[in-house]
């Protein structure tokens, strides 16, 4: 069965010090990949995602994820971290031909000034 | 603007009343999805609907009812609600599933 791992469930870092947060899923096939952001009282917002190609991917807000397959993650990136990046952050797998999404637990980041 | 709207934002209601929130899209996208969210648990899928007439179960679809009739519109239907349904619920759609969801901004039900 497909699962997303989210191991930190809080992370606190400074502003403009670099972010990764972790995420390890388990797929047999070639998974479609994705990390959401979600402010709160908001709903998620699609950040960047991967299903293919360039294991490097770029997305929205400066963030970036890679893809490595022999360790089964898939972890988001930030070089310099703002302020206004405080959120929840939600990794996702979507099994080969269907719509059901795996999501993680999240990760909730606090952002020091 | 395109967008996934949802309604109510909040619903209090009582064990057994029947309830529907109204999900909306107005993109064209011919899936469309519901989730659950709940602290430590991440967001659950309940039911998804990859076009009209075309539904099917998620991980915990038990409890809700489902409907999509129009491409549009997929409501969510809480037959009897119990407490533990209460939860925060998000309606969510894409075009495909390469492009990923487009989230609505919630509906937070609480159940008492």
């Known amino acids: 069965a497909q699962s997303v791992t989210q191991p930190d469930i809080h992370i606190t870092v400074s502003e403009g010090a670099s972010l990764e947060l972790r995420c390890n899923y388990s797929?047999?096939?070639?998974?479609?990949l994705f990390w959401y952001v979600q402010s709160p009282g908001q709903g998620l917002q699609l950040l960047l995602k991967y299903f293919s190609g360039d294991t490097l991917v770029q997305g929205i807000k400066g963030f970036e994820a890679e893809f490595k397959r022999s360790q089964s993650s898939f972890n988001l990136r930030k070089p310099s971290v703002h302020w206004s990046d405080a959120a929840e952050y939600f990794c996702a797998v979507a099994a080969g031909g269907t719509y059901k999404y795996i999501f993680g637990t999240g990760t909730r980041l606090k952002v020091l000034a | 603007e395109a967008q996934v709207t949802q309604n109510p934002r909040y619903l209090i209601t009582v064990t057994g009343k029947k309830l529907t929130v109204t999900c909306s899209q107005n993109?064209?996208?011919?899936?469309m999805s519901w989730y659950r969210q709940d602290p430590g648990l991440g967001l659950r899928q309940i039911y998804y609907s990859m076009n009209v007439e075309v539904t099917d179960k998620g991980d915990v679809p038990e409890g809700y009812k489902v409907s999509r009739k129009e491409k549009r519109n997929f409501p969510l239907i809480l037959e009897s609600p119990s407490p533990n349904q209460t939860s925060l619920y998000f309606c969510?759609?894409?075009?495909?599933?390469?492009?990923?969801?487009?989230f609505g901004s919630g509906t937070r039900l609480t159940v008492v």
């Open positions: 993109m064209n996208h011919e899936y």
């Open positions: 797929y047999g096939a070639t998974p479609y």
């Open positions: 969510a759609s894409s075009q495909g599933q390469r492009g990923g969801y487009t």
